[in-house]
């Protein structure tokens, strides 16, 4: 049972980074006051947004950015990361995760802002870990236990932090 909480809290540290990328688009674009869409507005073959509006440029950037700055802060202080570039492996894999969600929403006809349960909440942790798992292979905490365990946590913490910031007025909906 030790060990079970040991890797759990590895496990937690080591997807901080990912976290932190997917929840700073929202603050980000916010504090800026601009969004650019990544898709620039175009419409893809089913004469859908690509993305649409709620995929931005500054919000790609931000959330790479403070999530690898983040972790980067994580790999001094402990031993989780197997090297200083995977917290931004990590990132950039968080944000890939809710574009590609993005793209899918879009695809089965879902408009910006509509839920899509499962992919909203571990699509960009799935994706994080899985560019990770693929560069530096699986680490040690990454048991079936600690995993499901991780992805029960992610899914009630991302619709916690997603109604706070529906509270704190940075989101329209609490989803």
Avoid: C
């Amino acid at each position: 049972m030790n060990e079970f909480f040991t890797y759990l809290i590895e496990a937690l540290i080591f997807v901080f980074p990912a976290y932190v990328a997917n929840a700073t688009p929202v603050a980000a674009v916010k504090i800026i006051g601009r969004s650019t869409p990544l898709d620039k507005g175009l419409y893809a073959w089913d004469n859908r947004r690509i993305l649409g509006d709620g995929k931005t440029i500054e919000g790609l950037i931000s959330g790479t950015v403070v999530g690898t700055l983040v972790g980067i802060i994580l790999y001094i202080l402990t031993d989780v990361f197997r090297s200083f570039l995977e917290p931004l492996i990590l990132s950039v894999g968080a944000m890939v995760g809710d574009i590609l969600g993005s793209f899918m929403k879009r695809r089965i006809g879902l408009e910006r802002g509509k839920p899509l349960p499962i992919i909203d909440q571990l699509g960009f942790i799935l994706s994080s870990l899985f560019f990770s798992f693929m560069i530096y292979g699986i680490p040690e905490w990454a048991r079936l236990d600690i995993f499901i365990t991780l992805l029960i946590i992610t899914f009630f913490l991302h619709l916690a932090t997603n109604y706070i910031a529906f509270l704190l007025h940075l989101k329209n909906k609490p989803y």
